[in-house]
């Protein structure tokens, strides 16, 4: 049987690189219902992006640069998604 692999997504902004750092470090979340980014509060997590950032970042970004990025994007969000009631 001939199986392919899922490209992975091009990520085509600087926020968008910061916001796939923070999923894949498990700093954010989605709301299932809505798809807000959601913060999990969860400071291991947030040290982990900061260090994917610092040591892995994008072509033409210093480590600084990406970390500042990381971190003002994760500012950015909050832990309620302004969608549910619920939560309000």
Do not use: F, Y
Request: charged share 30%; hydrophobic share 35%; proline share 8%.
């Amino acid at each position: 049987m001939l199986m392919t692999r899922e490209r992975p997504k091009a990520i085509r902004t600087l926020r968008g690189w910061a916001i796939h750092v923070l999923q894949e470090a498990g700093a954010i979340h989605e709301c299932e219902e809505h798809g807000w980014a959601k913060d999990r509060a969860d400071p291991h997590a947030r040290e982990h992006a900061l260090g994917i950032a610092r040591q892995d970042p994008p072509t033409g970004l210093s480590p600084e640069q990406a970390v500042a990025e990381v971190r003002e994007v994760l500012n950015s969000i909050g832990d309620t998604c302004p969608e549910c009631p619920s939560e309000r």
